[in-house]
Structures are given as C-alpha cells and as structure tokens.
C-alpha cells in the first residue's frame, strides 16, 4: 500500500500519539550484530563510530546502559510516503519555533519523533496545531 505524499492532507490529517514510555539512545562502540538482540531495541543504526540503538528508559537501566538523555516517542499516525516532500520539515520547524529538539525516525509507514519527555506534552499541542478542524 502506497503512503501519502501531499504534504497538506499529511499535516492537516496526521494523528500524533505519546507513548507512554521514556526512551533512550544509546552507542555501542563494538556490539555485533548478533548481540543486538539481547537490548531489546526499537530502533537500530549503524555509524562508524559504532552502533546507535533506541531502548526503552527501563531496558536500559535493567542492563545498566549509560545515556544521557531522555525522550518521549510521538509517532505520526499517517501512512506517510517515504518519497513524501516536506513533512519532516513542516513539523521539525513548528517544534524548533517552541524551543522543542526533534529527533525523527522515518520508518515505512510512519514517522515517529523523539522530543524531551520534559517537553512531550508541549510537543503535542503543537503539532496537533497542524489539524483541520
């Protein structure tokens, strides 16, 4: 099934929902591939300087993994395109305007924001701007 590519049925129809969970990020300079698993990770990339896995707050501390930060996960219930034009900018902008840090997943049928959980539930109110009423 083929995701949505105008940008403005994509803002004006995008449901954004908060996980109720805190997430992480974390590096791994030297973890394999075959060791990923263990971490339980809902998202995972491959850098040079070694691998990046998203963990749930609570996974990482069971494993005493150190991060520093912490996030909420909002995910963009739209089946957006991955060839869609401007969607990633149009709600980073918004975010940035309100002082909100905004790191994007893109996954295929959805793209998900990772925001401060102090600033989670403004992120929500401002994305949720974007909808026609």
């Known amino acids: 099934m083929a995701g949505i590519k105008d940008l ?26 075959d060791n990923i698993r263990q971490f339980n990770p809902i998202g995972v990339f491959s850098e040079k300087e070694g691998m990046t896995l998203i963990l749930s707050k609570k996974e990482a501390d069971n494993q005493e993994v150190p991060y520093e930060s912490v996030y909420k996960l909002i995910s963009l219930n739209i089946h957006s395109s991955l060839d869609a034009v401007g969607l990633t900018a149009a709600f980073s902008a ?8 905004a790191n994007v997943v893109a996954a295929y049928y959805h793209d998900h924001i990772f925001v401060p ?3 989670a539930e403004l992120a929500m109110a401002v994305l949720n701007e974007f909808k026609v009423v």
């Open 117 to 119: 959980a102090q600033k």
């Open 8 to 33: 403005d049925i994509l803002l004006s129809c995008m449901e954004p929902v908060l996980d109720e969970q805190d997430f992480v990020f974390c590096t791994f300079p030297n973890l394999s591939w």
């Open 94 to 101: 918004k975010l940035a305007e309100n002082n909100i840090s």
